[in-house]
């Protein structure tokens, strides 16, 4: 059974500090893809990013930067130079191989507050 | 600006009553994804389609829960009875896979929120 644990529940931090949410998976497969999404206090999900598991190279794409790290089994999320904008919840999740009709796995979510 | 669409977006209703939420997908996706959010249980996968057929609905409670979809531009999901417990936010997303499965971006409508009193 796959599992996707976000052991930080909230975290607060001031504008302009940097801040990583940290995403911890379990599975079996060794094919699989990793999701980052955000859920602004509108309610509506918005998706980040989908890495494979083939692929560990980081990402970086403007404030935002993931590390895969599949020796930790660890898809962690930092938000540089952070803004009162990004104050979301942000879940982690993950979906087993292609191939075959999987559940995609979320975690329990990080309420992330930038405070101005 | 293609987004998804639902309706309704707040439910009310009472213990017993049947309810129908819609969703809309963006015109060309051919997937189609429900999900639950509720305090307790997170966000949960209830069911997916491609090409208007059902691919996995395993996370649905087959009792009193359905899903369909009558065209490319409508999917459903009906509860009958409701219950307080299915009190939550239903999502509905669609995309394009890259591959099979739900391994592909996904597009998220605004969400239902429906309260069974």
């Known amino acids: 059974a796959q599992k996707v644990t976000q052991a930080q529940t909230e975290i607060s931090v001031v504008e302009k500090e940097d801040v990583t949410l940290d995403c911890v998976y379990e599975?079996?497969?060794?094919?699989?893809?990793l999701f980052w999404y955000k859920q602004p206090p509108s309610g509506e999900l918005v998706f980040l990013i989908r890495?494979?598991?083939?692929?560990?190279q980081n990402e970086i794409s403007g404030r935002y930067s993931w590390n895969f790290q599949k020796s930790t089994s660890s898809f962690n999320f930092t938000i540089t130079a952070s803004q009162v904008v990004d104050s979301a919840v942000y879940f982690c999740?993950?979906?087993?191989?292609?191939?075959?009709?999987?559940?995609?796995?979320f975690g329990s979510g990080t309420q992330l507050t930038v405070l101005p | 600006d293609a987004r998804v669409t639902q309706t309704p977006r707040h439910k009310v209703t009472e213990m017993g009553q049947e309810v129908t939420m819609r969703c809309q997908p963006i015109?060309?996706?051919?997937?189609v994804f429900w999900y639950r959010q509720t305090m307790m249980q997170g966000l949960e996968l209830l069911a997916y389609?491609?090409?208007?057929?059902?691919?996995?609905d395993s996370g649905m409670p087959k009792d009193r829960f359905s899903a369909e979809m009558p065209d490319a531009t409508l999917a459903t999901l009906k509860i009958q009875p409701s219950e307080p417990r299915d009190s939550a936010v239903y999502f509905c997303?669609?995309?394009?896979?890259?591959?099979?499965?739900?391994?592909?971006?996904?597009?998220f409508g605004p969400g239902t929120r429906l309260t069974v009193l």
């Open positions: 997303a669609s995309g394009l896979p890259l591959r099979e499965g739900p391994n592909h971006e996904q597009f």
């Open positions: 599975t079996r497969d060794t094919t699989y893809y």
């Open positions: 890495r494979n598991s083939f692929d560990e």
């Open positions: 999740a993950l979906s087993e191989a292609p191939g075959s009709a999987r559940q995609l796995t």
């Open positions: 015109l060309g996706h051919n997937t």
């Open positions: 389609f491609r090409n208007r057929a059902p691919l996995d």
